[in-house]
Structures are given as structure tokens and as C-alpha cells.
């Protein structure tokens, strides 16, 4: 499963940015697939997750009410919608897949990664 994400720039405390990630290979439409960031001396963490049919949704709480993820199972897409953004969620992003049945915020069930996308929040 190769996985592309884009969408990153920056934005003013307070403002939306969505991300992108482009997934292909065998079965790669039957996966969980995640968000993840990672700020600088920080540890990665989990931002959300889809369930394979795109129903079921599992996020953070840190960004629970304000982020949306989605995917596109005919376009290979998956989707990360951000608002209200401030400085703590400044970071790299991730997308990554997971071939698990059920939506995990432990990045060691997710087998296939993306490259990140920066996100950059000004104050």
C-alpha cells in the first residue's frame, strides 16, 4: 500500500486547512486508515481514524469537534478537515494504514505510512 498526503501550509490561530492522502494497492480500500502528527520533540500521535466503509470514526480528544476525517473509497482518498486550528496543532502529518478490522490509535497496528505534510499554525 503506497500512501501520498498533501495539503499542508500555514494558517492563522483560528483557521481551517484540509489534508489529503492518496492510497493505492491490493486491498488498500479495505484498511483503517489514520492521521497522525508529530510536532518537534514531541512523540507521534494519533489524530483520527476511518473505518474501512468510511461509518465509523474515532478521533482524539484534542481535536474531537474540530476535526472531520473522511475517505473516498472510489477516489482512494482520505480526508482530514481542520478548523478553529491554534498553535498546539502545529506538527507533521501522517496518514497511514492500518489492516486491522477495528479503528486503533496505537501506531503500531498501522503498517503503512505516508509521507507527512507540515502544518504550520501562526499565533
Known amino acids: 500500500v503506497q500512501l501520498q498526503a498533501s495539503g499542508g501550509g500555514l494558517v492563522q490561530t483560528g483557521g481551517s486547512l484540509g489534508l489529503s492522502c492518496s492510497y493505492s494497492?491490493?486491498?488498500?480500500?479495505?484498511?483503517?486508515?489514520?492521521?497522525?502528527?508529530?510536532?518537534?520533540?514531541?512523540?507521534?500521535?494519533?489524530?483520527?481514524g476511518v473505518g474501512w466503509s468510511g461509518e465509523s470514526t474515532y478521533y482524539a480528544d484534542s481535536v474531537k469537534?474540530?476535526?472531520?476525517?473522511?475517505?473516498?473509497?472510489?477516489?482512494?482518498?482520505?480526508?482530514?478537515?481542520?478548523?478553529?486550528?491554534n498553535p498546539e496543532d502545529a506538527a507533521v502529518y501522517f496518514c497511514a494504514a492500518s489492516p486491522t478490522?477495528?479503528?486503533?490509535?496505537?501506531?503500531?497496528?498501522?503498517?503503512?505510512?505516508?509521507?507527512?505534510?507540515?502544518?504550520?499554525?501562526?499565533?
Open 25 to 48: 494497492g491490493d486491498s488498500s480500500r479495505n484498511y483503517v486508515m489514520g492521521w497522525f502528527r508529530q510536532a518537534p520533540g514531541k512523540e507521534r500521535e494519533f489524530v483520527a
Open 65 to 85: 469537534g474540530r476535526f472531520t476525517i473522511s475517505r473516498d473509497n472510489a477516489k482512494n482518498m482520505v480526508y482530514l478537515q481542520m478548523i478553529s486550528l
Open 101 to 123: 478490522r477495528y479503528i486503533s490509535w496505537d501506531a503500531k497496528y498501522y503498517k503503512y505510512w505516508g509521507q507527512g505534510t507540515l502544518v504550520t499554525v501562526s499565533s
